[in-house]
């Protein structure tokens, strides 16, 4: 977004020039709201061709985007590094459940946000589902001046936050680096009631450019803000949009933002302020407690902690910043480990998936030096097409997470198993993006992280995380492949692969069949608590070899419970054979199922055993990888 830019600063001498490429395409995807051409992102970023095939190459092949034809197109596994910052600041973790309280006490929308130098970012979102609802994302860039928090947050600005949002609104007039907010065109009320920019004026000498505008008044609502400690926002986005806000502090300074959200047809904003604020500050105490006995654990466990010595570290400080341009280092010598983040990503399918996937980066947990590893074997398979440099900077990123929120060089080195010449240029990158902050030798993640493709992925279902993975199965098998979740006693089709065979099995999408005669409801069904037969519609025979018998089908589902597949032949219609396997969520829960249908004439059921089972396992894994991923800091819509 033009709005993250960093404008003015020159490009340090260190900087990795292709990470710095490869981080313009992923903003330009995420523009594009997660998907765009190869041709339009070579127009976007002014890259050569050749360069942009390079970079997406490179992110497809750590499963950062997806290569469909002549289309770019971002995946889920791009989330961790989002969720890398998201798991460093605590915030979600500790908050959400209060933020998702507070919204169905109120029935209204709530959600928290962080600033971003001159703007702020959303970092959850409980919304409500009507016909007018909140669009806003996870990881979306609002202008602090046209919302509820930003006045709260710029009580904390000094002489340069506010020189800088000074130069963002001249240099931006319409406030087109915002892409999730209409342009700023609109008159202040009393102007003008025209939507175009100068139309409706009450003055008609004075130009269009002269006219007072949404955001104008940025520096009396601080003020306000101030005095009162809360803030509103009337209308400032669009109209009917009406929010009310008040800071979430630990240690004196606003964590966050939390926000009740709603729509003149539902409360004014004098309503707001009169019936939801009390509420509010119940909310935003109970959030502040949390917070307070959290950091109280936290500092008793550092306490406890064992720490180098003084002179120990000093040494190593010392080492580190001879040759240096600059004096960053490492101020101790804490063991970083692995990102959970990128673990959670990585060790979904165990070691069931021997294969992993054929252009991502392996599954299981990866020691630090896999990661040299993996990217030297990527770049004797892909040549130059393949940059090592772009996938080892990105990397640094996920050396973040939950108990890291700040590392040192040495523990990035660490964490990565990178050289620390490697890691110190990535930091150095990623600090002139904006990405990063370094402070006395200790670097931290920025919100602007999130901007790396969170909010288009963020309201990724399901279907949509599961539809390139039985694609790919489908073609591999030459069969169909669906995907299904429970509804009562029922299956509910939610994704559907077909083959173009004479004969074949025709089922869409929304199609629901009873879940007992079939493979998908089995699994299903063997992984509900307490699964009785008698809670079930009548075992009804559909073929002769329909399991009917009550005690007969209750110890089918113990066995599908625990073989971890089920296989049904010619239960539902004759012909018809299908085996499928269970899709679980981060808890363990199975949450959806995966098969494979087929006729009978195709394959014997032992067949289907020793040829499609170890495939489906691995199609379901891989389908968990990216839900884990996904599904970290929101809830993934299942249909």
């Not at 999730?180 to 939507?195: N, T």
């Not at 959670?344 to 630090?368: F, K």
């Not at 896999?370 to 080892?392: D, M, N, P, Y």
């Not at 083959?499 to 009873?514: A, D, E, K, Q, W």
């Amino acid at each position: 977004m033009r709005s993250e830019i960093r404008t003015g600063a020159a490009v340090p001498a260190e900087a990795v020039t292709p990470l710095i490429r490869g981080i313009a395409v992923l903003r330009r995807l995420t523009e594009a709201d997660g998907s765009s051409s190869l041709s339009g992102l070579e127009r976007a970023t002014g890259l050569a061709r050749s360069t942009v095939d390079r970079i997406t190459a490179t992110l497809a092949r750590m499963g950062y985007v997806r290569l469909d034809g002549r289309d770019a197109v971002l995946a889920p596994r791009l989330m961790e590094l989002g969720n890398a910052y998201l798991s460093a600041l605590r915030l979600p973790r500790l908050l959400d459940g209060h933020a998702d309280a507070l919204a169905d006490e109120l029935d209204e929308s709530v959600s928290l946000a962080v600033g971003d130098r001159d703007g702020i970012r959303f970092i959850h979102q409980a919304t409500r589902r009507r016909a007018m609802s909140l669009s806003f994302r996870i990881g979306d860039l609002l202008p602090a001046e046209r919302t509820a928090p930003g006045p709260l947050f710029a009580t904390e600005w000094g002489e340069q936050e506010w020189a800088r949002w000074h130069e963002r609104r001249a240099a931006d007039p319409e406030d087109r680096g915002f892409p999730a907010v209409p342009a700023r065109s609109r008159p202040l009320d009393g102007q003008g009631d025209g939507e175009g920019e100068g139309e409706g004026r009450s003055d008609a000498t004075a130009p269009a450019a002269q006219l007072p505008t949404v955001g104008d008044d940025f520096e009396r609502r601080t003020a306000e803000a101030r005095e009162a400690g809360w803030a509103l926002d009337d209308q400032l986005i669009e109209p009917g949009l009406v929010a009310i806000s008040l800071p979430v502090r630990e240690a004196g300074r606003i964590a966050c933002v939390v926000s009740v959200v709603s729509h003149t047809s539902r409360h004014t904003a004098s309503d707001l302020q009169d019936t939801l604020l009390p509420r509010l500050r119940k909310a935003v105490t109970a959030m502040e407690r949390d917070l307070r006995e959290a950091r109280d654990v936290r500092d008793a466990h550092d306490v406890r902690k064992p720490r180098d010595s003084r002179e120990a570290r000093d040494s190593r400080e010392a080492e580190e910043s001879r040759g240096a341009q600059d004096s960053r280092g490492a101020s101790d010598s804490r063991g970083a480990g692995e990102s959970r983040d990128t673990q959670d990503s990585r060790d979904a399918q165990g070691s069931r998936d021997n294969q992993g996937s054929r252009d991502a980066r392996p599954v299981g947990p990866v020691a630090p030096s896999g990661l040299a590893t993996w990217t030297s074997a990527s770049k004797q398979e892909l040549g130059r097409e393949f940059i090592e440099s772009l996938a080892r900077g990105l990397t640094v990123i996920t050396a973040f997470g939950e108990g890291r929120p700040e590392l040192t060089l040495t523990e990035v080195a660490q964490a990565t198993g990178l050289a620390r010449a490697t890691a110190r240029r990535a930091l150095i990158t990623l600090e002139h993006l904006g990405y990063v902050t370094a402070h006395d030798r200790v670097f931290r993640l920025t919100p602007r992280v999130l901007g790396l493709g969170f909010p288009p992925l963020s309201r990724t279902s399901l279907p949509e995380i599961a539809a390139p993975h039985l694609t790919e199965l489908s073609q591999r098998l030459h069969d169909s492949v669906s995907l299904a979740i429970l509804a009562g006693d029922e299956i509910q089709y939610t994704g559907r692969v077909s083959t173009s065979r004479i004969m074949s099995v025709h089922i869409t999408v929304g199609s629901r069949l009873p879940a007992y005669p079939t493979a998908l409801g089995r699994v299903l069904l063997a992984d509900q608590p307490g699964t009785r037969v008698a809670d079930l519609r009548p075992l009804t025979p559909l073929t002769p070899r329909t399991i009917t018998d009550p005690a007969t089908f209750t110890a089918e589902l113990d066995r599908v419970r625990k073989a971890g597949y089920a296989l049904v032949d010619e239960e539902l219609e004759e012909g018809l054979r299908s085996v499928a396997v269970p899709v679980r969520e981060r808890g363990g829960r199975v949450v959806a199922a995966v098969n494979v249908a087929m006729h009978s004439s195709r394959r014997t059921p032992e067949e289907c055993v020793r040829d499609v089972l170890p495939q489906l396992h691995a199609t379901a894994g891989r389908i968990e990888s990216d839900l884990r991923v996904a599904g970290r800091f929101r809830r993934v819509p299942l249909g």
